[in-house]
């Protein structure tokens, strides 16, 4: 048997701990705040590609700093943080709760990857069209955002911070078992290296799902990888 180190993604539902159940359902409810914050995020993200590649194409102008143009990621970020409006209003505009910093810089992440992946695209097929759009957009998390505790509950930094420090959004996998379980163990033990993560709402069975990419070394036997060592 061999070893060697992948980077792949766990997914799974999960649960909201320290919530009863009255404060997560209703329309006051965390569930229907968060189910907010898709939207929000699903909106300025359609808003954003599109801007984003009005400036490829010079129908907006393009800003510069000095003699060189403003990189695109650095457009997308100062877009959803208000600094630059092409529109001459906020790419980002939200119906409820305000996410953190770290959540707008992952979503501007998200979205010029898939301007750039479209981009490809129509290089190869002229008929395609310039951008997509998106249908529901999780809540993307940075790294830096994501804490496994020790205790099997995951820590997430989704709260714009106001007067006071925000607190934190802490959420516990649900029915993880076998090689998942052994995944997640691993990455509290810092055996494995986790990277960014993403929280939705699965449309047909309606559960919170938490996805995160992970690193860390396999065994590769008889063709399968299997996780650890």
């Known amino acids: 048997m061999t070893t060697r180190t992948v980077t792949r993604t766990a997914k799974f539902a999960v649960g909201f701990d320290g919530h009863r159940s009255v404060d997560l359902k209703g329309r006051d409810g965390l569930w229907a705040r968060l189910d907010c ?10 808003d954003l ?6 400036v490829n194409r010079d129908i907006i102008s393009w800003p510069m700093n000095g003699d060189k143009k403003v990189p695109l990621a650095t457009l997308a970020y100062r877009a959803l943080i208000g600094a630059w409006t092409p529109w001459g209003r906020p790419i980002y505009r939200p119906e409820g709760r305000t996410v953190s910093g770290g959540v707008k810089s992952a979503l501007a992440g998200s979205v010029l990857a898939r301007l750039l992946e479209d981009g490809r695209a129509r290089q190869k097929d002229k008929t395609r069209p310039r951008y997509s759009t998106f249908g529901s957009q999780p809540i993307p998390f940075r ?22 420090r925000a607190a934190p959004l802490v959420v516990r996998p649900a029915g ?7 995944i997640l163990r691993r990455i509290r033990k810092g055996e494995y290296k986790h990277g960014d993560g993403k ?5 047909k069975t309606r559960k919170w799902m938490f996805a995160v990419s992970w ?5 590769a036997a008889e063709g399968d990888l299997v996780a650890g060592v």
Do not use: Y
């Not at 790294?143 to 006071?164: M, P, Y």
């Not at 929280?199 to 449309?203: I, R, S, T």
């Not at 690193?215 to 065994?219: A, L």
């Open 199 to 203: 929280l939705w709402k699965d449309a």
């Open 49 to 54: 590609i599109e801007v984003l590649s009005m």
């Open 37 to 46: 914050v898709q939207e929000d995020l699903t909106r300025a993200a359609n």
């Open 143 to 164: 790294k830096q955002e994501v804490r496994f505790l020790l205790d099997g509950r995951i820590r997430l930094t989704i709260w714009a911070s106001g007067a006071r």
């Open 176 to 182: 993880v078992r076998g090689g998942q379980e052994t």
């Open 215 to 219: 690193t860390g070394p396999v065994v």
